[in-house]
Every structure is written in C-alpha cells, then in structure tokens.
C-alpha cells in the first residue's frame, strides 16, 4: 500500500487495518477505501477518517466477531487516529447501486471501538465519493463496483435528510445538551445538505459552507462564519456545551432552511 494520506502515523494505522482485516475476511475481502474529506483533499488533523470496506459476500457472524475484537485493539494503539476511524463494511451487491432502503451495515463510529449495526455510510453520497474520489488502500478501481451516482439521487437524498438533522438539533437543544461539536458540525452540515440540494453534488463541509456565506441570506452569514473558524481540536468539545446564543441561532438557521420556501 503506497502512502494514502500525508500522515505518517494515519498511515502506520491505515496499513494495520488492513494488515488485521484481510487475514479475518481472507477470500471474501474485496478491496478496502477511504472515503469522506481525505477523499475531496480537505481533511487536516483533526479529521475522521471515513474507510469502507468491501466484500464480496456480506460478512458472517464468525467474521464479525473477528473484526469487533480486530478494532477493539487497533482503537487501543498509542497514536490518536487510531481513536477516529469510522467506516463500514458492505458487500458488493448491496454497494453496486443506492439503496432505498437503507440498509443498516456493521459500523465503526468516530471515537468508538465496537461496530454496530448502523445505516450512516449506505448513501448515495459516500458512494459518490467512493466512486468519484475514493482512495485505494487495496482492491480494484472504485469505479468498478459502483454504478454512477446521479445528481438527482444526491438532491432526492439531500432532502430526505434534511427533516432527520432538524429533528437531531432540535432534540439537542430543547434538552439544553447542544455541544460545541455538534452546534458548529449541524450549521455546516445544513449548508452542505444545501449545496447538494442546489449544485447536485457533494463538497467538503468547509467548501459547502464558504459557498453558503454568499449563497444563502445575509443575517446567516456570521453564523456559518463562526463555524467556520471553530475548527481546531474539536474533539476536546464534544463534553463542552455550546453558547446559548449560538444554540438559538443554529436551530434557527435549521428552521428557516427546512422551511419549503427556502431550499
């Protein structure tokens, strides 16, 4: 595997990953990505790093207990982006083409060390990446196991997502546990979901919200700048919870963009 990322340390875990993977999956390995901002070229240390990887059969019970003690180590490592893996593992089949359905697959959340069966990475926009922009750490060509994702599908998704991020903010705030992670993580990630609606692709999180400060109405413009520029160690904000003031104005924001009036 040649250097993925122009981190050495994410490097050494990438290559452990894999190291630890192929010997568990053995003849149903298929080939093994990164995905998400190491994909578009944006991601700096204090990134996730979004991975999937794909089998040529759904995995089996044997295997999925392999791989749940497999990451239960590699979270152990002394290096930090062993902490900030999170991926999934999909088969070929279900891979091939955007599924309605959702289908929930065994995931690795950020900061986690147990997978769990979750539908976060079976979405027309990680396949996008993958087949647009993925990174091989080992396997054939993205392009060669996922059929073109089309604007439409990234608009039709976009603005299924919508009400579920207004109902995850609203749920955060009227409970008083909006975190500084997630209060900047929800402007930028509306944005975002907003920028697909309107351009039917997919950008970084940064990219989509420099792109909204001129795009969406003028009294949201400090909003998305203040989370733009509340990038650094986010990780050490997740147990911080966030401004008030800031809390208000995100759900705020929400609110106005969910309304039909305004996508």
């Given at each position: 595997?040649a250097d993925p990322?122009?981190y050495?340390e994410?490097?050494?875990?990438?290559?452990?990953?894999?190291?630890?993977t192929?010997?568990?999956?053995?003849?149903?390995?298929?080939?093994?990505?990164?995905?998400?901002?190491?994909?578009?070229?944006?991601?700096?240390?204090?990134s996730?790093v979004?991975?999937?990887?794909?089998?040529?059969?759904?995995i089996?019970?044997?295997?999925l207990?392999?791989?749940?003690?497999?990451?239960?180590?590699?979270?152990g490592l002394d290096?930090?982006?062993?902490?900030?893996?999170?991926?999934?593992?999909?088969?070929?089949?279900?891979?091939?083409?955007?599924d309605?359905?959702?289908?929930?697959?065994?995931?690795?959340d950020?900061?986690?060390c147990?997978?769990?069966?979750?539908?976060?990475?079976?979405?027309?926009?990680?396949?996008?990446?993958?087949r647009?922009?993925g990174?091989?750490?080992?396997?054939?060509?993205?392009?060669?196991?996922v059929?073109?994702?089309?604007?439409?599908?990234?608009?039709?998704?976009?603005?299924?997502?919508l009400?579920?991020?207004a109902?995850?903010?609203?749920?955060?705030?009227?409970?008083?546990?909006?975190?500084?992670w997630q209060?900047p993580?929800?402007?930028?990630?509306?944005c975002r979901?907003l920028?697909?609606?309107?351009?039917?692709?997919v950008?970084?999180?940064?990219?989509?919200?420099?792109?909204?400060?001129?795009?969406?109405?003028v009294?949201?413009?400090?909003?998305?700048?203040?989370?733009?520029?509340d990038?650094p160690?986010?990780?050490?904000?997740?147990?911080?919870?966030a401004?008030?003031e800031?809390?208000?104005?995100t759900?705020?924001?929400?609110?106005?963009?969910v309304?039909?009036?305004?996508?």
């Open positions: 595997m990322t122009i050495p994410l490097n050494a875990v990438l290559a452990q990953l894999l190291e630890r192929r010997p568990i999956l053995a003849e149903n390995f298929c080939g093994a990505y990164l995905q998400g901002s190491f994909a578009l070229g944006e991601a700096d240390v204090h996730d979004d991975f999937l990887v794909v089998t040529h059969e759904e089996d019970e044997k295997q207990a392999a791989l749940q003690r497999m990451h239960n180590r590699i979270y290096v930090a982006w062993a902490q900030h893996l999170e991926g999934s593992y999909i088969s070929e089949a279900l891979l091939r083409r955007v309605p359905a959702r289908t929930r697959l065994p995931f690795l950020n900061g986690a147990e997978l769990v069966w979750d539908e976060h990475c079976n979405t027309a926009v990680v396949r996008w990446l993958l647009e922009h990174v091989v750490l080992d396997g054939p060509d993205p392009r060669q196991l059929d073109p994702v089309s604007a439409e599908q990234l608009r039709s998704e976009a603005l299924e997502l009400p579920e991020y109902a995850w903010a609203r749920s955060c705030g009227e409970a008083g546990t909006m975190s500084r209060q993580y929800l402007v930028l990630t509306l979901i920028h697909s609606i309107d351009n039917g692709t950008v970084s999180k940064r990219t989509a919200g420099e792109w909204a400060r001129d795009a969406l109405a009294e949201w413009g400090e909003l998305i700048r203040r989370a733009l520029a990038r160690d986010p990780w050490l904000r997740v147990h911080q919870s401004d008030p800031d809390v208000d104005r759900l705020a924001f929400i609110e106005s963009v309304d039909e009036g305004n996508l």
